[in-house]
């Protein structure tokens, strides 16, 4: 079943993370010393990188999403944050003033959404001149590599083919994504890949814990509770770790500047 976002029992999914600091390093690189003032995190979730934002000395963030259920785990989550607000609100239609923000951060959200051509004419509208677009999702590739010690979302897929289908098929790839930035107005788009710290887990159970729980990652939704105690029981076998286990998620990060 594929998850609900609007069902009060998800409510602490996408709360019970902190954003890694190799992110916050990767942001800041790729944003090369730009000033902003003020950030917009669409698709927040429960807050994770809007905290992060403001840890990286931003003195203005935003955080939309479409959910009331997951803005209640948002406001719970960044509790103490006072330069973050959230709002109701979807990446079609913000309801945001244009020309408003110097950054928008729109983080594993593009996969859920089925127009990139409006989601990304809205994020240009609401853009200041020389404002940053910055995109970080999962391709095709980077979604079906192989399991690793580090990399447990390719056991996911290796287990469950079928769900390697469904996955291919809610990604964008790379060059879709260009295609239709340089439609919304972008004209200076790069693009990197990028290894991000997902999880430090002390030890396996605890990683094993965690994918039982489905926290953070909606495809686990698309399994019954069957299937993921026998995905459990698979990367339980295919690791050998009696130690920390670092878990690392490959994204592709588009970052397209509006001139």
Not at 151 to 160: D, E, L, P
Request: charged share 25%; aromatic share 10%.
């Amino acid at each position: 079943m594929t998850i609900n976002f609007h069902d009060a029992n998800n409510k602490q999914s996408y709360t019970t993370r902190k954003a890694n600091d190799d992110w916050q390093a990767q942001i800041k690189k790729l944003l090369r010393n730009k000033e902003i003032f003020h950030a917009l995190d669409i698709g927040c979730g429960g807050g994770i990188y809007s905290k992060a934002l403001s840890e990286m000395g931003i003195p203005n963030i935003t955080g939309i999403d479409f959910s009331k259920v997951m803005l209640d785990g948002a406001k719970a989550n960044c509790r103490g944050y006072e330069k973050i607000n959230f709002q109701l609100g979807n990446a079609y239609n913000t309801g945001l003033s244009g020309q408003s923000y110097d950054l928008i951060v729109e983080r594993a959200l593009i996969h859920h959404l089925h127009d990139l051509a409006s989601c990304f004419s809205e994020a240009f509208r609401i853009l200041k001149h020389n404002g940053i677009l910055l995109i970080q999702d999962r391709t095709p590739t980077d979604s079906l590599l192989e399991g690793t010690v580090n990399h447990i979302r390719g056991y996911i897929f290796s287990k469950f083919p079928y769900l390697a289908e469904l996955e291919v098929k809610r990604r964008y790839t790379s060059e879709a994504v260009t295609k239709e930035l340089k439609s919304a107005g972008f004209t200076r788009i790069d693009k990197i890949k990028f290894w991000e710290t997902r999880n430090i887990y002390p030890s396996k159970n605890e990683l094993l814990t965690d994918i039982r729980s489905r926290n953070g990652r909606s495809i686990l939704h698309e399994l019954t509770n069957s299937e993921l105690n026998q995905l459990a029981e698979y990367i339980n076998s295919a690791l050998h770790s009696t130690g920390n286990i670092v878990e690392k998620d490959r994204w592709t990060i588009w970052v397209a500047t509006k001139k």
